[in-house]
């Protein structure tokens, strides 16, 4: 492709030592994702998933290999560079949504643009706006306590795309709901990846979603394979 890769990383592994033995997580993995791309990465619990995406968003070190994200190489860059890489660049979804419990649906998308020294007023009108769009124009200023699980999923989404990120990655978006609530997150991650200049990765259990992804690569025994 001619584009630049958004992401990409290439020889890239990781280990962990457990007493005088080495585990190895992942090996020699290769990867390149584009402006726009959907990508879809399944593979068995345990498999790695979830730690190549701490690396992959700057959140954890590999043991060998480089990675760039946004033009920028990860290994060259300070905590705080890395940090702010990934609030302007990044968008995360989690299974659990990690929302700041003592917060309302608004503040807790307004949190990206402030951390990023928005100015209050407009940070307040990006959120409302983006939390309309989600569904939750009614549930500005309830806190997540007061939330379905589904809301506070479509509170995290907002979260990650408030800063109109260049990629967004979920682990596993729909995996903490019930079938009919993980259907319309299905649906919303879908309107929103066709409607926006947004790259999205999601590491999933769920085919259905997987299958509706522009590729879908399967991570075993530390390797990617196209399927």
């Known amino acids: 492709m001619s584009e630049k890769a958004i992401l990409s990383c290439f020889n890239l592994g990781k280990s962990y030592d457990e007493g005088l033995e080495s585990v190895v997580v992942l090996s020699n993995l290769h990867l390149e994702l584009y402006p726009g791309e959907r990508l879809a990465i399944i593979g068995s619990s345990g498999s790695g998933k979830s730690t190549l995406l701490k690396l992959l968003g700057g959140l954890d070190t590999p043991s060998q290999g480089n990675i760039w994200l946004a033009g920028e190489e990860l290994s060259t860059l300070g905590e705080k560079s890395r940090s702010q890489l990934r609030n302007r660049s990044l968008g995360f979804v989690y299974q659990f949504h990690h929302l700041l419990?003592?917060?309302?649906?608004?503040?807790?998308?307004?949190?990206?643009?402030?951390?990023?020294?928005?100015?209050?007023?407009?940070?307040?009108?990006?959120?409302?706006?983006?939390?309309?769009?989600?569904?939750?124009?009614?549930?500005?200023?309830?806190?997540?306590?007061?939330?379905?699980?589904?809301?506070?999923?479509?509170?995290?989404?907002?979260?990650?795309?408030?800063?109109?990120?260049?990629?967004?990655?979920?682990?596993?978006?729909?995996?903490?709901?019930?079938?009919?609530?993980?259907?319309?997150?299905?649906?919303?991650?879908?309107?929103?990846?066709?409607?926006?200049?947004?790259?999205?990765?999601?590491?999933?259990?769920?085919?259905?979603?997987?299958?509706?992804?522009?590729?879908?690569?399967?991570?075993?025994?530390?390797?990617l394979v196209a399927i």
């Open 101 to 223: 419990p003592e917060f309302t649906a608004l503040e807790n998308v307004c949190m990206p643009l402030l951390i990023g020294k928005t100015v209050i007023s407009e940070a307040r009108h990006h959120a409302k706006t983006l939390l309309e769009r989600v569904g939750l124009g009614h549930r500005l200023e309830h806190k997540p306590a007061e939330l379905s699980g589904g809301e506070c999923q479509r509170v995290a989404i907002a979260r990650a795309l408030i800063n109109n990120p260049g990629l967004v990655m979920l682990d596993e978006p729909t995996g903490n709901l019930d079938s009919c609530t993980a259907q319309s997150i299905k649906d919303l991650i879908l309107e929103l990846s066709s409607e926006m200049c947004t790259t999205f990765l999601v590491v999933t259990h769920d085919m259905s979603l997987a299958r509706q992804m522009d590729r879908l690569l399967h991570l075993q025994e530390g390797h």
